[in-house]
């Protein structure tokens, strides 16, 4: 099974900062990749896949990148709306999600 | 619009089998795949299983020899039973729909907490 290595865990950041969250995979995953936010009490939200593509509605201040087995997310300008858990899926082969990381505003 | 429903007993006592109901709108089950995805109070996210929109079913390899998906097409909704659940089994159970374009999620369910507990 692929394994997703996700750091770091948590993350602390102020408002306007860019901020990174990266993923990493025990083998290829040919961009087979997924970032999700899920704030607390409620259930995740989809906002990356094919590892650089962002989903409907989401704001272009996130943004994802990588191949092979080096992957991150990116968000820019910091809102106070972003604090939430983020998570990394892959679905190259099989599916299997990162640890998550707690991002909270500084 | 696309949505998505899980409801099932909120308490089951160890050893005892888990049954979920997974009720969705706005989408036809022989055309799209919904999977089962749980997570641990404070914890991360664990895919379960997928039932395919040609009715086959994937598990995760971890839980497989417990778990079991199923659905009724008619009545849009999807099933999951697991048995022999354990204290460790207690977490938020969703469901969500695997997009046409590949394996992520994007649509869930507003997900159903289970406790195991004597």
């Known amino acids: 099974d692929i394994q997703m290595t996700q750091s770091p865990a948590s993350l602390s950041a102020s408002l306007g900062e860019t901020v990174t969250i990266e993923c990493r995979a025990s083998e290829d995953i040919y961009n087979g990749l997924a970032w999700y936010q899920q704030k607390p009490g409620k259930s995740p939200q989809l906002l990356i896949y094919n590892a650089n593509s962002l989903h409907t509605g989401v704001p272009s201040r996130f943004s994802g990148s990588g191949s092979g087995t080096q992957y991150s997310l990116k968000i820019n300008s910091l809102q106070s709306e972003d604090v939430a858990s983020y998570f990394c899926?892959?679905?190259?082969?099989?599916?299997?999600f990162g640890s998550g990381t707690k991002l909270e505003i500084k | 619009q696309v949505q998505l429903k899980e409801s099932g007993p909120g308490l089951v006592q160890p050893s005892q089998t888990l049954s979920l109901t997974c009720t969705v709108s706005?989408?036809?089950?022989?055309?799209?795949?919904v999977s089962w995805i749980r997570q641990p109070p404070g914890k991360g996210l664990e895919w379960m299983g997928v039932?395919?929109?040609?009715?086959?079913?994937d598990y995760n390899s971890a839980i497989k020899s417990r778990l079991s998906i199923s659905r009724d097409t008619s009545k849009s909704q999807v099933f999951l039973k697991m048995n022999s659940l354990q204290t460790e089994d207690t977490a938020m159970y969703f469901c969500?729909?695997?997009?046409?374009?590949?394996?992520?999620?994007?649509?869930w369910g507003q997900g159903v907490m289970v406790t195991v507990s004597s």
């Open positions: 899926q892959q679905y190259y082969n099989s599916l299997t």
């Open positions: 706005g989408l036809s089950l022989t055309s799209n795949s």
């Open positions: 039932i395919w929109s040609n009715g086959g079913t």
């Open positions: 969500a729909r695997n997009s046409w374009e590949g394996d992520y999620f994007d649509y």
